[in-house]
């Protein structure tokens, strides 16, 4: 069975711009979750996709936002890129009792 | 609010040497417990879980961990570590179906 997909796995933007990531889960698992990974805050939760529903949102601005589609996969998208956003963004799935599978980031510099 | 505490940030220890990254957590509710390692420039993977039963978890690549409700604790051990043990480790709790709170990651460095 194929794992998280992610993609790109890298992208370099500038401020301002603004940018999507898609997240494709495991074949069968519905919930997608999204987190951010820096060195200075660690691993933060950004949000969950259940069923197109967003089920859970961490604290992060309206910048960004997130969607789900009928085949479960998920896009990110953050708008008016700031420095601060650069990251590694990690896309989870998962069926059941709460075990995530993550997929191997996307990585975005923001120039 | 649930809260995770990994304890050191970063453990350096000698190759075939015990260790032991401390993690604490706090929730007035029942809660599932994991530990992840994450290698460099790729995702997460699980190690092991605690949802239930016996207290003390075994995982894969020889790590285990023990659920201590009284004292808040799910400290993840392994008698004998490899250099390709070296990795970052990260403590996560959720409740229920809710989101996961992670600690901040504890670097363990196995030297030669």
């Known amino acids: 069975k194929a794992g998280v997909t992610q993609t790109p796995r890298y992208l370099i933007k500038t401020r301002g711009q603004q940018v999507t990531l898609s997240c494709s889960p495991i074949s069968g698992h519905r919930s997608v979750s999204w987190y951010q990974q820096t060195p200075g805050q660690g691993l933060q939760f950004l949000f969950e996709y259940f069923s197109e529903t967003q089920r859970n949102k961490g604290n992060f601005p309206g910048r960004f936002s997130g969607r789900q589609f009928s085949n479960s996969r998920s896009e990110m998208n953050v708008s008016t890129l700031e420095l601060g956003d650069s990251a590694l963004y990690l896309c989870?799935?998962?069926?059941?009792?709460?075990?995530?599978?993550f997929g191997p980031g996307t990585r975005l510099t923001v120039l | 609010a649930q809260s995770v505490t990994q304890l050191d940030s970063q453990v350096p220890v000698f190759e075939e040497a015990p260790v032991e990254l401390r993690c604490n957590y706090s929730?007035?509710?029942?809660?599932?417990l994991f530990w992840y390692v994450q290698y460099p420039n790729q995702g997460l993977q699980l190690l092991l879980k605690y949802l239930s039963g016996s207290t003390l978890v075994k995982g894969i690549n020889g790590f285990e961990a023990e659920f201590n409700k009284s004292q808040t604790s799910f400290h993840l051990r392994k008698p004998s570590v490899h250099i390709s043990d070296t990795a970052e480790y990260f403590c996560?709790?959720?409740?229920?179906?809710?989101?996961?709170?992670f600690g901040d990651g504890t670097t363990l460095t196995v030297k030669p």
């Open positions: 996560a709790v959720i409740i229920n179906a809710g989101k996961s709170t």
């Open positions: 929730s007035s509710v029942s809660v599932y």
């Open positions: 989870a799935s998962k069926v059941s009792d709460n075990e995530q599978f």
